[in-house]
């Protein structure tokens, strides 16, 4: 087991999404117990996003929280990031390896069981797998590979996997009791209206989902 990813629920960034300025919403999400935020703003100018970065960066910090920083490993290193987070559009897991050594933690985003073995093989520490279910902008992100993939995912790879994609209250229990260490999510967080309630709401459900998968174990 990869210690250092100590974190069940994985918390993207998109500021078109939230009503309250982005560092204000991150901060409601932090006070309502997440522990891992991915800034993730592709159409960011570098130099606006190496200053958003750096105040998510001192914010995080605050909370004891990890950041990550989607695949600008140069805005990543300068900031003091916990890691890197990777596209398939992004450099290989392998060559960052290079760049961070192991001082930084690497996450990649898989879409099938090969894409995440690739993965694994390539060093990455942990990866997230989906879309599982829709997703609001299915254009984006393509169709949903649906659970029973994500279950063979989790067979295949013996890093921490993080469902993705459509991920809400409703089907946490799903995705965890597939296997996968944790769910990520953007819009079921930064969509409400109440951030620090809502993820508040949904850490608790990841323990009562932990709890129910703990007594059904025990009786096994
Ligand atoms: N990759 C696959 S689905 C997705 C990404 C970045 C977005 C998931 O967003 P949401 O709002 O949690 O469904």
């Known amino acids: 087991m990869n210690a250092k990813v100590d974190f069940r629920l994985y918390l993207i960034t998109d500021r078109k999404h939230t009503a309250p300025?982005?560092?204000?919403?991150?901060?409601?999400a932090l006070k309502g117990g997440v522990r891992a935020i991915q800034v993730r703003e592709k159409d960011l100018p570098v130099r606006e996003l190496l200053a958003l970065c750096s105040d998510l960066r001192a914010l995080?910090?605050?909370f004891g929280a990890k950041l990550f920083v989607n695949d600008q490993v140069d805005v990543a290193v300068a900031v003091e990031a916990d890691g890197v987070h990777l596209g398939h559009e992004s450099m290989p897991a392998a060559a960052v390896r290079k760049i961070?050594?192991?001082s930084?933690?690497?996450?990649?985003?898989?879409?099938?069981?090969?894409?995440?073995?690739?993965?694994?093989?390539?060093?990455?520490d942990f990866v997230t797998f989906g879309p599982v279910y829709e997703t609001p902008s299915k254009m984006k992100y393509g169709a949903p590979v649906g659970l029973d993939a994500l279950?063979?995912?989790?067979?295949?790879?013996n890093i921490p996997l993080f469902g993705l994609g459509g991920i809400k209250g409703n089907n946490i229990g799903h995705v965890l009791w597939a296997g996968a260490r944790g769910v990520s999510m953007i819009?079921?967080?930064?969509g409400a209206h109440d951030i620090e309630k809502k993820t508040?709401?949904?850490?608790?459900?990841?323990?009562?989902?932990?709890?129910?998968?703990?007594?059904?174990c025990g009786r096994r």
């Open 187 to 190: 819009s079921a967080i930064f």
């Open 21 to 28: 300025p982005l560092c204000d919403a991150v901060r409601f």
């Open 104 to 124: 930084m933690m690497i996450g990649v985003s898989t879409h099938s069981v090969d894409e995440a073995r690739r993965a694994e093989a390539d060093g990455a």
């Open 200 to 216: 508040r709401n949904i850490m608790e459900m990841i323990k009562i989902v932990d709890r129910a998968i703990c007594v059904e």
């Open 60 to 62: 995080t910090r605050e």
């Open 100 to 102: 961070v050594g192991s």
């Open 151 to 157: 279950k063979e995912a989790i067979r295949a790879v």
